[in-house]
T-cell receptor
Framework: GAVVSQHPSWVICKSGTSVKIECRSL??????MFWYRQFPKQSLMLMAT?????????EQGVEKDKFLINHASLTLSTLTVTSAHPEDSSFYIC?????????FGSGTRLTVV | EDQVTQSPEALRLQEGESSSLNCSYT??????LFWYRQDPGKGPEFLFT???AGEEKEKERLKATLTKKESFLHITAPKPEDSATYLC???????????FGKGTRLSVIA
């Protein structure tokens, strides 16, 4: 079946630094990638949608200059959290749709100290 | 605006005590309703997709049903390993992002 590999699974960074999260489709071409954020005991909230070769579209309230998304190939989409602050600490998950349904990455736990 | 509401927020069951989780939704044109299981620190694990009212799907101790306004996830004789958060989500269009509910945290006690 379709697999999305997400790395890292967890990361701790200092305030003010940047962190990159990668999602790779291993056995299919991910034309579209959805990026979600999940706070404790909360739902998965859509942050942005990326399409290969074009600019990402961001949900209302999500700062595009803070959460940089790159989808330069059909197998790789990245989310970079720039100038991270403690309030950015959360669980980030990517998901790609297709004829097989929606495939999710395993998630990245980001802790900003 | 598409919305998904799940209840209860948390549920504690004794092993073998059957129960149901509810997912109420409002969506402009339902393409599919999805159930996922999520373990702590993990991504969602696919369980079922339901497409039309009256549809039912089963997998081991789980059975999902769908009406025009809600879906139920029935858990029969649960075991401790069924403890997880169960997420419901709706799809409103082709290749559009899923809209998720907050989930039901299920604890099954031996």
């Amino acid at each position: 079946g379709a697999v999305v590999s997400q790395h890292p699974s967890w990361v701790i960074c200092k305030s003010g630094t940047s962190v990159k999260i990668e999602c790779r489709s291993l056995d299919f071409q991910a034309t579209t990638m959805f990026w979600y954020r999940q706070f404790p005991k909360q739902s998965l909230m859509l942050m942005a949608t990326s399409n290969e070769g074009s600019k990402a579209t961001y949900e209302q309230g999500v700062e595009k200059d803070k959460f940089l998304i790159n989808h330069a190939s059909l197998t790789l989409s990245t989310l970079t959290v720039t100038s991270a602050h403690p309030e950015d600490s959360s669980f980030y998950i990517c998901s790609s749709p297709g004829s097989y349904g929606y495939t999710f990455g395993s998630g990245t736990r980001l802790t900003v100290v | 605006e598409d919305q998904v509401t799940q209840s209860p927020e948390a549920l504690r069951l004794q092993e073998g005590e059957s129960s149901s989780l509810n997912c109420s939704y409002t969506v402009s044109g339902l393409r599919g309703l999805f159930w996922y299981r999520q373990d702590p620190g993990k991504g969602p694990e696919f369980l079922f997709t339901l497409y039309s009212a009256g549809e039912e799907k089963e997998k081991e101790r789980l059975k999902a049903t769908l009406t025009k306004k809600e879906s139920f996830l029935h858990i029969t004789a649960p075991k401790p390993e069924d403890s997880a958060t169960y997420l419901c989500a709706v799809q409103a269009g082709g290749n559009t992002p899923l809209v998720f509910g907050k989930g039901t945290r299920l604890s099954v006690i031996a």
